[in-house]
């Protein structure tokens, strides 16, 4: 054997290289990285629709647009779309979530910075499919998920409604999302989990009035987006629809029998909340739901009444009623016995400032209950597993514009501390319910008084 041939065979105990074996694991990997994101590309891809003339008030009829007018109301579009203070339909409304800040686009017809250049097919492309005019996915902080089920006729008359609104220039606040949340083509995959493009099907064993109603709640009023526990990506848990959720500091509560408070949500109960914002038994709308209650007036009462009917099922409040009925008496002579108590008591410290800073307003006397005073032994923030609708009540108040019409509750942001705080919300959880201790109680006051520290209440 040559010595060529000698210095080309390995030492012994050494092993061989395999040069060209992990080159082959390599350059397949990489194909498959490739052709992956050539399969993602085609299906994230959607192409831009063309600009077209501003529509005029008169391409469409009076009656058209004013049925968009209710139902821009039934959809909340001014509440989402208009910041306190800003111009109506301008954007800019901040929606924090666990993927970052997502601000609320101009859906005005500006031409520059709204939608004026949008046909009605690049409208309905985003209403149902959740795509701009220019391709790019939406998120879905914009409900799409549920406007998909609205009918031909409620988008054109929507459009149309939107289109005759006096265009303002505001241009789009950036989103604060960190990489990669904010990379607009991962829309494309979380459509494919999650998202299911369709019309509303009504269930033939429902009435008309029920099925008007889930029409109203399950695409515009997306009443599920806020009141359904989101997994992980974001998506509505559709094995916990409508079982409580949080919602920008806030907490929805559970519209089925899961809702804590002693007292249904009953038929009467829900038309006056929903059209209103007070409900005698419940509290006051407040939060998020303050102009809920206040676009829902909006409506016809025909569709108040079906939303009502299709809500009430969810926990068959009027079913329950006489449990509710008798929960009263008790819980208002609780709560006088324990204020009547802690009157004389000299170690309840949180009594005592219930007593000087509360009691003045928040009493009843047995059987009835005063709704412009609610009876916080039947509140429904009171008996809520998650205390933050009662921590801001109590340091922000209610307003005048927020509230139920002649409703207003001061704020003690100013004159109470943290501690404060939270030996009333632990004397009122003690004394007027059963439930255990909200635990944390402290960390939770905190970091809503510092979150709505900047906020102009």
């Known amino acids: 054997m040559s010595s060529d041939n000698r210095e080309a065979l390995p030492e012994s105990g050494a092993t061989p290289r395999r040069p060209r074996r992990w080159g082959r ?4 990997f990489l194909a498959l990285v490739v052709i992956g994101a050539g399969v993602f590309a085609v299906i994230a891809w959607r192409p831009a629709l063309p600009e077209v003339a501003t529509p005029s008030r008169a391409s469409f009829s009076p009656d058209v647009i004013a049925r968009g007018a209710r139902l821009a109301s039934a959809g909340f579009c001014a509440s989402c779309h208009t910041i ?60 799409y998920d549920h406007f998909t089920k609205l009918s031909d006729a409620d988008v054109h008359a929507l459009y149309a409604f939107i289109m005759t609104r006096d265009a303002v220039n505001v241009p789009a606040h950036p989103n604060d999302m960190p990489f990669p949340f904010g990379f607009r083509p991962l829309q494309a995959g979380w459509k494919v989990l999650f998202f299911r493009e369709g ?23 997306h009443c599920a987006a806020c009141h359904t526990p989101r997994g992980p990506l974001g998506e509505e848990l559709h094995n916990k629809l409508y079982q409580g959720a949080s919602v920008d500091g806030w907490f929805a509560p559970a519209l089925t029998a899961a809702n804590p408070s002693p ?18 038994y419940h509290g006051t709308a407040a939060g998020p739901m303050a102009s809920v209650s206040q676009e829902l007036a909006n409506l016809e009462p025909a569709d108040q009444h079906a939303l009502v009917t299709y809500v009430e099922s ?21 709560a006088l016995a324990a204020d009547a108590h802690d009157r004389m008591a000299v170690s309840d410290v949180g009594g005592r400032m219930f007593i000087a800073a509360c009691a003045s307003c928040h009493y009843n006397r047995a059987p009835d209950v005063n709704p412009m005073r609610p009876e916080l032994g039947l509140n429904t923030a009171v008996f809520l597993d998650n205390p933050s609708n009662l921590i801001h009540v109590m340091l922000f108040g ?16 100013r004159g109470f501390s943290d501690e404060d705080v939270v030996r009333i919300a632990s004397y009122l959880r003690a004394t007027r319910t059963h439930k255990a201790p909200w635990p944390d109680l402290a960390r939770q006051v905190a970091q809503i008084r510092a979150a709505g520290a900047g906020e102009s209440r």
């Open 25 to 28: 694991v390599l350059a397949a």
């Open 84 to 143: 306190a203070g800003g111009k109506p339909f301008g954007g800019g409304y901040a929606m924090k979530t666990g993927f970052g800040t997502i601000y609320s686009t101009n859906i005005s017809p500006d031409r520059e910075t709204g939608i004026g250049s949008w046909s009605e097919d690049a409208f309905r492309r985003a209403m149902r499919e959740g795509v701009a005019r220019d391709g790019s996915h939406l998120f879905p902080a914009f409900p």
């Open 199 to 221: 019309r509303f099907v009504p269930t033939n064993e429902k009435s008309v009035e029920w099925n008007r109603g889930a029409y109203i709640a399950e695409s515009l009023s």
């Open 314 to 334: 969810l926990g068959d409040g009027d079913h329950r009623a006489a449990q509710g009925t008798s929960a009263v008496t008790p819980a208002v002579a609780v």
């Open 398 to 413: 209610i307003s005048a514009k927020d509230g139920a019409p002649g409703v207003v509750m001061p704020g003690f942001a």
């Open 263 to 280: 007292m249904p949500w009953t038929s009467d109960e829900l038309f006056g909340y929903l059209t209103t914002g007070l409900s005698r």
